[in-house]
């Protein structure tokens, strides 16, 4: 079975700290994600990427960034974080692209609150 | 650009009465459709897909969804949930070509005994 890691399952941070977020797989996959969960809105992807060193936005990129230095290792990044940042992240991974047949993996969540 | 539309977002249900998860969906381009399960406590994962072939796409534990071209609906379908049914349902949406999954705002199902 895939397994997908977030490093921390909940985090509290205070406003203009920088904050990393981790996610771990462990199956080669080429695809990884990073979605925000907030009630309501359902999934909103923040940025994939499809290949080592290589990213793209998503469709709410504002105040991240992320990095993939590694395969298997997709982290997050709150340069400097706010408030509306407050919610639950969800990292995925897929071994191709979700219009290839190939399902996404998630992890279990990292739920961060800046205070 | 596509976006999807869950229209409700709770559905109180019975157990052993049947339920219907409505999503709709906005695309100028052809485009594969999932749905996603969410379990308390646990991450999402995928519980049946539409990418061609038949319109009427089954789950192992007793789901179903119809893909409707012409009304642009990919509707879930329990004919009698389980306690064990209890969760977040999403529905998503990939272009053909595309590379990243958009999803709805969930349907939170809540079968009472």
């Given at each position: ?41 359902g ?10 060193k290589?990213?793209e936005?998503g469709?709410?990129p ?29 990292c ?24 | ?8 977002s ?5 157990e ?16 594969y ?6 379990y308390?406590?646990?991450g ?53 070509a ?16």
């Amino acid at each position: 079975d895939v397994k997908v890691t977030q490093s921390s399952r909940y985090l509290v941070k205070r406003t203009g700290e920088k904050v990393f977020l981790e996610c771990v797989q462990d199956m080669d996959h080429e695809n990884m994600f990073w979605y925000r969960q907030d009630p309501g809105l359902g999934l909103r992807l923040i940025y994939f990427s499809y290949d080592v060193k290589m990213k793209e936005k998503g469709d709410i990129p504002e105040g991240y960034s992320v990095s993939r230095e590694k395969k298997e290792r997709f982290s997050l990044i709150l340069e400097s974080a706010s408030t509306n940042q407050t919610s639950m992240y969800l990292c995925a991974s897929s071994l191709e692209a979700p219009a290839n047949n190939s399902p996404l993996h998630f992890g279990n969540g990292t739920r961060l609150t800046v205070t | 650009a596509q976006s999807v539309t869950q229209l409700d977002s709770q559905v109180p249900v019975f157990e052993e009465a049947p339920v219907e998860l409505r999503c709709n969906y906005s695309s100028s381009v052809s485009v594969y459709l999932f749905w996603y399960v969410q379990y308390p406590n646990q991450g999402l994962q995928l519980l049946l897909k539409y990418l061609s072939g038949s319109t009427l796409v089954e789950s192992i534990n007793g789901f179903e969804a119809e893909f409707n071209k012409s009304q642009t609906s990919f509707h879930l379908r329990k004919p009698s949930v389980h306690i064990s049914d209890t969760a977040e349902y999403f529905c998503a949406v990939t272009k053909a070509a595309g590379n990243k999954l958009t999803f709805g705002g969930g349907t939170r199902v809540l079968v009472k005994p």
